[in-house]
């Protein structure tokens, strides 16, 4: 999100400079519109050096931020034809809200966006009310299009039976956090003990039914950040970013304990200087094909489990 809203920033920056510089006449206001697209570029430069280790919250602000100059440029535009351009760029507010706020809001920084806006141009006089009008049309509909495009992203890396993150999603987010190498990171494996035979006994239903039971016990429980991933058939995946090993290895024995009449094995590992993505499930592979060679209904650390 930080580098997508530095993105968005320095863009609307530069066309807000390139827009000032049209023509002669208000050169006052001129001056007013690339100050305020000089600023826009200070802020995305900004963003994207420091912005990916602050909260939502102060992302989200940046956002508002951005409502507020894009109202203001176009208040102070020297002309109309400058005022629709720099009004535009609300467009970009419709695009980032859509992608990484929730609905409510996404809702509220559109509002903001399409209202400040609109009422800018209407404000100014010299815009007519259908121009403003067509400009918040071509808004709410990128936004709505972008909103129906990124649900159906997400809809690809999720399971349809459980609710969960499926295995492209877990290993979409699990590269996102081993690029960032600084953060403590570990993962586990869960299998359920046994699981075909019940599926050859009970029916593929009783499965089901508890693969779904299994899921909602086990999301409801997780730490602050983590992600819970039907892996595939009876496995499941835990990330945990920001645990050591060890800690994810009591998160996993509480995930285990939730459901006691289930019997569950599992490996955990914690990432290590230089380890690739792959690497990290391996070891955590490794320490859950241990756990299943001594018995299974145990989990165990990768450290601990191979030797």
């Given at each position: 999100?930080?580098?997508t809203?530095?993105?968005f920033?320095?863009?609307g920056?530069?066309?807000a400079?390139?827009?000032a510089?049209?023509g002669?006449?208000h050169?006052?206001?001129?001056?007013?519109?690339a100050?305020?697209g000089?600023?826009?570029l200070?802020?995305?430069a900004?963003v994207?050096?420091?912005?990916a280790?602050?909260?939502?919250?102060?992302?989200?602000g940046?956002?508002?931020?951005g409502?507020t100059?894009?109202?203001?440029?176009?208040?102070v535009?020297?002309?109309s034809?400058?005022a629709?351009?720099?009004?535009?760029?609300?467009?970009?507010?419709?695009?980032?809200?859509?992608?990484?706020a929730?609905r409510?809001?996404?809702?509220?920084?559109?509002s903001t966006?399409v209202?400040?806006?609109?009422?800018a141009?209407?404000?100014?006089g010299d815009?007519?009310?259908s121009s403003?009008a067509?400009l918040a049309?071509?808004?709410v509909?990128?936004a709505v299009?972008?909103?129906t495009?990124?649900?159906?992203?997400?809809?690809a890396?999720?399971?349809?039976?459980?609710?969960?993150?499926?295995?492209?999603?877990?290993?979409?987010?699990?590269d996102?956090?081993?690029?960032?190498?600084d953060v403590?990171?570990?993962a586990a494996?869960?299998?359920?003990d046994?699981f075909?035979?019940?599926?050859?006994?009970?029916?593929?239903e009783?499965g089901d039914?508890?693969?779904?039971?299994v899921?909602?016990?086990?999301a409801?429980?997780?730490?602050?950040?983590?992600?819970?991933a039907?892996?595939?058939?009876?496995?499941?995946?835990l990330?945990?970013?920001?645990l050591?090993?060890?800690?994810?290895l009591v998160?996993v024995?509480?995930?285990c304990?939730?459901?006691?009449e289930?019997?569950?094995s599992?490996?955990?590992?914690?990432r290590?200087?230089?380890?690739?993505?792959?690497?990290?499930m391996?070891?955590a592979?490794l320490?859950l094909?241990?756990?299943?060679s001594d018995g299974?209904?145990a989990?165990?650390?990768?450290?601990d489990?191979?030797?």
């Open positions: 999100m930080a580098r809203l530095a993105l920033f320095a863009a920056g530069c066309a400079v390139l827009a510089t049209g002669s006449d050169p006052t206001r001129r001056w007013i519109v100050g305020a000089l600023l826009a200070a802020v995305g900004a994207f050096r420091w912005g280790g602050q909260p939502r919250a102060v992302l989200g940046l956002v508002t931020l409502c100059l894009i109202a203001t440029v176009v208040l535009s020297p002309d034809t400058t629709v351009l720099c009004g535009s760029i609300s467009a970009f507010v419709g695009v980032i809200a859509c992608f990484f929730d409510r809001i996404a809702v509220a920084h559109i966006a209202g400040g806006t609109t009422a141009l209407l404000v100014r815009a007519s009310a403003a067509a049309v071509v808004v509909t990128l299009v972008t909103r495009l990124v649900l159906r992203a997400s809809d890396g999720a399971d349809s039976l459980t609710g969960l993150a499926n295995r492209r999603g877990f290993d979409e987010a699990l996102e956090h081993t690029r960032r190498a403590l990171l570990s494996l869960l299998d359920l046994h075909k035979l019940m599926n050859d006994t009970a029916g593929h009783a039914r508890l693969l779904r039971r899921a909602g016990a086990w409801a429980a997780l730490p602050v950040g983590a992600l819970l039907r892996h595939g058939g009876d496995e499941f995946a990330l945990a970013p920001g050591s090993g060890p800690e994810t998160v024995e509480h995930l304990a939730l459901v006691p289930v019997g569950v599992a490996g955990v590992a914690e290590r200087a230089g380890d690739t993505a792959a690497q990290l391996r070891r592979d320490a094909y241990r756990v299943k299974r209904g989990a165990a650390l990768h450290s489990a191979v030797v």
